[in-house]
């Protein structure tokens, strides 16, 4: 069975850092599209950063220099990190994999912002 487990999240003041990661067991990471997702309390679910297995790399415009998602093919990780923080960050943050029918998510941590 594939499991994707989320850690790093918390409490930061806004201007600080943040680095989450999301380790899986169960999967090869290779060949596999990884994603960040965000959940904001009360707003739907939205894409912020993607990663190619070619390491390219995709961005949400709120996020674009502040955000830098990297990946560990080797570790089955995938990173996020988090720079320059805003109130407006705060959210529940989901790691995803995805290779041609094979979708799999994390089961999230929760990012606060705030002073």
């Known amino acids: 069975q594939v499991q994707l487990v989320e850690s790093g999240g918390g409490l930061v003041q806004p201007g600080g850092s943040l680095r989450l990661s999301c380790e899986a067991s169960g999967i090869d990471f290779n060949g596999y599209v990884l994603r960040w997702y965000r959940q904001p309390p009360g707003k739907q679910r939205e894409l912020v950063a993607t990663i190619t297995n070619g390491g390219s790399t995709i961005y949400a415009d709120s996020v674009k220099g502040r955000f830098t998602i990297s990946r560990d093919n080797a570790k089955n990780t995938v990173h996020l990190q988090m720079n320059s923080l805003k109130p407006e960050d705060t959210a529940v943050y989901y790691c995803?994999?995805?290779?041609?029918?094979?979708?799999?998510w994390g089961q999230g941590t929760q990012v606060t912002v705030s002073s």
């Open positions: 995803n994999a995805r290779r041609l029918y094979n979708e799999f």
